[in-house]
């Protein structure tokens, strides 16, 4: 499942590609091995960088990318780099400039209609499985946005472990937890059927042994299990989608700078809680309970509280802090912009049917 410089290489030398736009992570191109590789690789063709500046990925920068593949028009676009740059790379891929852009990305209105060439991926974390998901989001001033559409999946996708070891650990942690809460999340979801439960359970397998080691003692062994663990989160909420933790993070991001995978942890095993302590509310066409037993067993627990006391060990064991006062966050003064940031689209897949007072009253613990 998982790739080597030698697929790339094939696959790069076809030659109906003689134009190609890379966009790209200055430091992690470098640092991943993925520029060195590169450069003996890619011979006898017109190529065009393009660094991602901002942390996020902004509109600003969106339109500066789009601008720049119109101007270049490559017969491929590869994305090497972790969610913000993939993510940039399938909406450049979709989306035209146009004096609405803005209006449109807010109101979820965009009129999708073709991509502009092929696309073509490299992740250099295991976390968002956005080489093969069907969303990406993008920042319009400072507010977290979602784009979905068939279109912004990638025409092809390569894993290649190595360039995951030198990620940062905090990277690693929080984008390893992502991929974590999305096959959790996919799990539970109004929208999973048996292919996205299998997809999950799959990951789970793979990534509930490998997490913390990956964290803490990269190698190859445990880069390629969270490169297969994250590649089948992402196929899993393609088909599912996220729920509530991923609804209630966008603001923790968008206010508060949490990295997106850290951001879905701060509240992950409270919304789980309410969900297991409401399964006679749920609105599903599967049975809630026995999608929690199935929970239970990946993580060989026999029940919601030794569930979530294994979250709150592995969050701790990969620092992903979640202590308000220590990562300097007021909840009772911010609680409204809170709530007014949550994702919408991601919270009507919650298996239970929860509002603004519920997520107020998990967050600050009141219920």
């Known amino acids: 499942m998982v790739n080597s410089a030698e697929d790339i290489k094939k696959f790069i030398s076809d030659k109906s590609f003689k134009k190609i736009f890379v966009l790209c992570g200055k430091k992690s191109f470098v640092t991943s091995g993925a520029e060195e590789l590169f450069k003996k690789i ?65 109101n979820y209105s965009y009129p999708f209609k073709k991509k502009y060439t092929k696309l073509t991926v490299i992740p250099t974390t295991a976390g968002s499985g956005a080489e093969v998901t069907s969303n990406a989001v993008i920042y319009v001033d400072g507010i977290k946005h979602s784009f979905e559409s068939e279109l912004l999946i990638p025409d092809n996708f390569f894993l290649i472990p190595e360039f995951l070891i030198s ?43 490998s997490f913390i080691s990956f964290v803490n003692n990269p190698n190859m062994k445990n880069a390629t299990e969270m490169s297969i663990a994250a590649n089948l989160a992402g196929k899993a909420i393609s088909i599912s989608k996220t729920t509530a933790p991923h609804a209630a993070s966008y603001p923790f991001t968008s206010l508060f700078n949490i990295s997106h995978g850290h951001a879905v942890g701060l509240f992950f095993e409270r919304f789980f809680k309410f969900n297991y302590e409401n399964l006679e509310k749920s609105d599903v ?3 809630l309970k026995k999608r929690f037993d199935l929970i239970f ?29 220590l990562l300097n966050i007021d909840l009772d003064k911010n609680i409204e912009k809170i709530i007014g940031g949550v994702n919408l689209l991601r919270l009507g897949n919650n298996p239970v049917k929860i509002n603004g007072n519920d997520i107020s009253n998990i967050i600050l613990d009141k219920r």
Do not use: H
């Not at 029940?303 to 202590?323: C, H, P, R, V, Y």
């Open 297 to 325: 067993n990946l993580f060989d627990v026999s029940n919601i509280e030794g569930f979530n006391a294994t979250i709150s060990s592995i969050k701790k064991q990969a620092k992903l802090e979640d202590n308000m006062k």
């Open 42 to 106: 890619i011979i006898d063709k017109e190529i065009k960088l393009f660094y991602k500046k901002s942390e996020l990925p902004i509109l600003e920068e969106l339109i500066e990318i789009i601008n720049d593949i119109k101007n270049f028009k490559p017969d491929l676009i590869l994305a090497v780099g972790g969610g913000a740059v993939i993510d940039y790379a399938k909406i450049a891929n979709v989306v035209d400039v146009r004096e609405d852009l803005a209006d449109l990305i807010v």
């Open 285 to 287: 066409s599967f049975d």
């Open 167 to 209: 990620a940062p650990n905090n990277i690693k942690a929080s984008a390893g937890f992502d991929a974590i809460a999305q096959a959790l999340e996919s799990l539970v979801s109004k929208k999973s059927n048996d292919q996205s439960v299998e997809y999950a359970s799959k990951s789970l397998r793979v990534s509930v042994n």
